[in-house]
């Protein structure tokens, strides 16, 4: 059996501009849908309010960087499209 690992990088020659993502302004944290009230131990009974604005100098990658503070992968959808091709651990996609 074959295993694979997905992780972030840090390299600027792949991603433009470290972190490659930065809350939008104005965005409210405390909010009862926030990102920020998402545990890292559990699934949340809403869908998570992620307002974000991608670095200028950010390259375009199907990952990005969770670096504004929550939990779990920003994915686009040809990459989704992939991941769904696999056994995964338990998880859950958000629009």
């Known amino acids: 059996m074959r295993y694979f690992s997905i992780s972030a990088t840090h390299d600027l020659g792949i991603i433009g501009h470290y972190s490659q993502t930065?809350?939008?302004d104005g965005y409210n944290p405390?909010?009862?849908n926030s990102h920020w009230q998402v545990r890292a131990d559990e699934f949340p009974d809403f869908v998570p309010n992620l307002e974000l604005e991608i670095d200028k100098?950010?390259?375009p990658?199907?990952?990005l960087d969770g670096a504004?503070?929550?939990?779990?992968?920003?994915?686009?959808?040809?990459?989704k499209s992939i991941l769904e091709?696999?056994?995964l651990?338990?998880?859950?996609?958000?629009p």
Do not use: Q, W
């Not at 504004?68 to 990459?79: A, E, H, I, W, Y």
């Not at 651990?89 to 958000?94: D, Q, S």
């Open 89 to 94: 651990p338990p998880h859950h996609f958000y």
């Open 30 to 32: 405390t909010l009862h």
């Open 61 to 63: 990658t199907n990952f």
């Open 22 to 24: 930065k809350l939008k």
């Open 85 to 87: 091709k696999f056994r």
């Open 68 to 79: 504004s503070g929550f939990n779990g992968f920003l994915v686009d959808k040809p990459f």
């Open 57 to 59: 100098k950010a390259k």
